[in-house]
Nanobody, 121 residues
Framework: QVQVVESGGGSVQAGGSLRLSCAAS????????MAWYRQAPGKQRELVAT???????NYADSVKGRFTISRDSTKNTVYLQMNSLKPEDTAVYYC???????????????WGQGTQVTVSS
């Protein structure tokens, strides 16, 4: 089992930037996929971005071109660079790790506690 801890949240004005970090308790080199999710008040948790072991990435349409997910295996850390932030990006952001894949789909079983991102207009 791997533990993950998020950091880097905060409050910014619209158009600003933040970088979130997700530190894993063991090497992320062997973890099949890691992801960032978010949950806004009154809404369901949604997938924001994923990065697979081969460094392939996927993004929600709402963040394409603005957010970038990356990883540094030497630091066992995954990042989410968020640019051109909008008020609708306000949410608690969660990091998740998928040590295993089932039928080609990452199984996210390890979750962090979340970090708050607030974007004001």
């Amino acid at each position: 089992q791997v533990q993950v801890v998020e950091s880097g949240g905060g409050s910014v004005q619209a158009g600003g930037s933040l970088r979130l970090s997700c530190a894993a308790s063991r090497s992320i080199f062997s973890i099949n996929a890691m992801a960032w999710y978010r949950q806004a008040p009154g809404k369901q948790r949604e997938l924001v971005a994923t990065i697979r072991s081969g460094d392939s990435t996927n993004y929600a349409d709402s963040v394409k071109g603005r957010f970038t997910i990356s990883r540094d295996s030497t630091k066992n850390t995954v990042y989410l660079q968020m640019n051109s932030l909008k008020p609708e990006d306000t949410a608690v952001y969660y990091c998740a790790a998928a040590p295993t894949v089932v039928a080609g789909t990452p199984l996210f079983t390890s979750w962090g506690q979340g970090t708050q991102v607030t974007v004001s207009s």
